[in-house]
């Protein structure tokens, strides 16, 4: 019988990869007179609606920690992107982000699982979208696991690791949605001095903790090329599109910026050395 306990982690919200603007030379229908609610995207959700919290959750009851991973204390991260379909079934799923193959097909066959979904809309029509999803795994020994106290190494590697034995802790914990929501509000603070907009909706971030536990980098999450070029060549004219500007690339060193600001985590660790470790996040909509 294994004596750890599991604690698997989703990040509050899935990012939305609606698709791109078509390239020169495709063709796109433009919508008449289109009203500001026929513009509005609408992501996915489960058939009993509950939004984009619903369907992490059922995507999270549906994932099972191998058992070889937990007894190896395998920790770490691993993100996948899905398509729905303009009916609303899952089509194709990828991992975009491998953590180890057993962990990566826990998360692809609890993505399959997931029921005939209430299809994206846009334009007042059903569309194809892609999903993109941050899974952390992480586990927990006991109550007062996290209090213990351990003599950190020294830092000797700033290699980019995915599977670790201990994940990076902001403010004692492995569970990322504080530090989104510190990053977001220190960026706001700081874009009053700049060019720099809010973000119109949540904005997905990956992030790269260093083996001091400082946050060595900060780069918009942009998604998988290929699994928006696999969407568009499956349904065609039938994708969703982008509205509007895109949050702008060099506004993000003012969120790396932000990110610097903040205190520093309690690095990872593979074995007995403190590692540099990428994470995903989806900040806040700051609309909400």
């Given at each position: 019988m294994l004596a750890k306990r599991t604690r698997l982690i989703f990040y509050w919200g899935i990012l939305s990869l609606p698709g791109y603007w078509p390239t020169t030379g495709q063709a796109q229908t433009a919508p008449v007179a289109a009203t500001a609610e026929s513009l509005s995207f609408r992501p996915p959700q489960l058939p009993e609606g509950g939004g984009t919290a619903l369907l992490v959750r059922a995507i999270q009851q549906?994932?099972?920690?191998?058992?070889?991973?937990?007894?190896?204390?395998?920790?770490?991260?691993?993100?996948?992107?899905f398509a729905?379909?303009?009916?609303?079934?899952?089509?194709?799923?990828?991992?975009?982000?491998?953590?180890?193959?057993d962990i990566d097909s826990a998360v692809l066959q609890a993505v399959r699982q997931l029921p005939h979904l209430l299809p994206a809309t846009q334009f007042g029509k059903p569309v194809a979208c892609l999903l993109a999803a941050p899974i952390t795994f992480s586990i927990t020994e006991s109550a007062g696991f996290r209090k213990k106290s351990y003599k950190l190494p020294?830092?000797?590697?700033?290699?980019?690791?995915?599977?670790?034995?201990?994940?990076?802790?902001?403010?004692?914990?492995a569970a990322y949605s504080q530090l989104a929501a510190d990053i977001l509000t220190e960026y706001l603070s700081?874009?009053?001095?700049?060019?720099?907009p809010a973000p119109r909706s949540s904005l997905g971030i990956l992030l790269t903790v260093g083996p001091s536990g400082s946050i060595m980098d900060l780069k918009l999450n942009?998604?998988?090329?290929?699994?928006?070029?696999?969407?568009?060549?499956?349904y065609g004219d039938a994708?969703?599109?982008?509205?509007?500007?895109?949050?702008?690339?060099?506004?993000?060193?003012?969120?790396?910026?932000?990110?610097?600001?903040?205190?520093?985590?309690?690095p990872?660790?593979?074995?007995?050395?403190?590692?540099?470790?990428?994470?995903?996040?989806?900040?806040?909509?700051p609309n909400r």
């Amino acid at each position: 019988m294994l004596a750890k306990r599991t604690r698997l982690i989703f990040y509050w919200g899935i990012l939305s990869l609606p698709g791109y603007w078509p390239t020169t030379g495709q063709a796109q229908t433009a919508p008449v007179a289109a009203t500001a609610e026929s513009l509005s995207f609408r992501p996915p959700q489960l058939p009993e609606g509950g939004g984009t919290a619903l369907l992490v959750r059922a995507i999270q009851q549906r994932v099972r920690y191998p058992a070889s991973a937990l007894r190896a204390g395998i920790q770490g991260q691993s993100r996948v992107t899905f398509a729905v379909a303009p009916d609303g079934h899952i089509g194709w799923v990828k991992i975009t982000n491998g953590l180890q193959a057993d962990i990566d097909s826990a998360v692809l066959q609890a993505v399959r699982q997931l029921p005939h979904l209430l299809p994206a809309t846009q334009f007042g029509k059903p569309v194809a979208c892609l999903l993109a999803a941050p899974i952390t795994f992480s586990i927990t020994e006991s109550a007062g696991f996290r209090k213990k106290s351990y003599k950190l190494p020294a830092a000797d590697s700033t290699q980019l690791y995915t599977a670790v034995t201990h994940l990076p802790l902001y403010q004692g914990t492995a569970a990322y949605s504080q530090l989104a929501a510190d990053i977001l509000t220190e960026y706001l603070s700081l874009r009053n001095a700049t060019q720099c907009p809010a973000p119109r909706s949540s904005l997905g971030i990956l992030l790269t903790v260093g083996p001091s536990g400082s946050i060595m980098d900060l780069k918009l999450n942009r998604g998988d090329e290929h699994a928006k070029e696999m969407l568009q060549a499956e349904y065609g004219d039938a994708v969703a599109q982008q509205e509007g500007e895109e949050f702008p690339d060099a506004c993000a060193a003012t969120l790396k910026q932000a990110a610097q600001r903040l205190p520093r985590l309690a690095p990872a660790q593979a074995g007995n050395k403190r590692v540099a470790i990428q994470l995903q996040l989806t900040l806040p909509d700051p609309n909400r």
